[in-house]
């Protein structure tokens, strides 16, 4: 799905969300309140410069608009694998858009993410997974590392992978295992402003992916493993 349907089936035509190359940003009414927006499209490799451009505009809106809810949209291939971006410290640039967003929910931003075409990787991880919550739309591609470089960071066989991916939703891609895992909360389907209207109306800044993926099935010991860390 593209970015100008999503915004048409999430605040009809009257809104002013623009792109600029990769970046989204703008703002848009739901409900008689305005909603900041800062997000990507275009499969957006997110190098250094487009990691500081949404950076900047989230703090704009915690500078100029406090309290302001923020909608991330995402359409991402990940972080952008170019020397220069390297050179440049792509990764604190990263860290540093992941801080602002920190810094938004931590200044009483309401902070949504919706996945509405792909999310993989590093932009995914200072994105979406940033935000109060992470939504998606059910046609959404989303996965953090592919079968292959799974293989060659964990030593083991891709066929071995391949094979747990059949069962484990922690080793396979897909939108629907992202659910399972708690790491997308719900999926928007049909009415996009009523899943918004939802995801802003059950705002909650505690972390609950892990007992949602327990509850899920996606990750079974997760949510145990966290308590006892924090109990010993």
């Not at 960071?153 to 484990?168: I, M």
Request: with cysteine; hydrophobic share 45%; net charge neutral.
């Amino acid at each position: 799905m593209d970015w100008p349907t999503v915004a048409t089936r999430l605040f009809g035509i009257d809104h002013a969300i623009v792109a600029d190359g990769d970046f989204l940003g703008g703002s848009a009414i739901l409900d008689g309140a305005t909603i900041a927006i800062v997000g990507t499209t275009n499969h957006a490799a997110v190098g250094v410069d487009l990691a500081l451009r949404q950076a900047r505009a989230i703090l704009a809106t915690i500078a100029d608009f406090p309290g302001r809810p923020l909608l991330l949209l995402v359409d991402t291939q990940g972080q952008k694998l170019r020397r220069r971006d390297e050179l440049l410290g792509i990764h604190r640039a990263m860290a540093h858009l992941g801080g602002c967003l920190d810094l938004a929910r931590r200044q009483g931003h309401p902070v949504i993410g919706l996945v509405y075409d792909q999310a993989l990787s590093g932009g995914f991880i200072t994105s979406g997974l940033m935000a109060d919550a992470c939504h998606a739309v059910p046609g959404a591609e989303i996965r953090v590392m592919r079968v292959p470089a799974m293989a060659r960071v964990t030593k083991l066989p891709e066929e071995l992978l391949e094979a747990l991916s059949l069962t484990n939703p922690v080793f396979a891609p897909g939108v629907a295992n992202y659910v399972a895992m708690g790491g997308v909360r719900s999926l928007w389907d049909g009415d996009l402003a009523a899943g918004l209207r939802a995801a802003l109306d059950d705002r909650d800044t505690a972390d609950r992916r892990s007992e949602e993926g327990a509850q899920r099935g996606g990750r079974r010991v997760a949510a145990d493993v966290i308590r006892r860390v924090l109990e010993a």
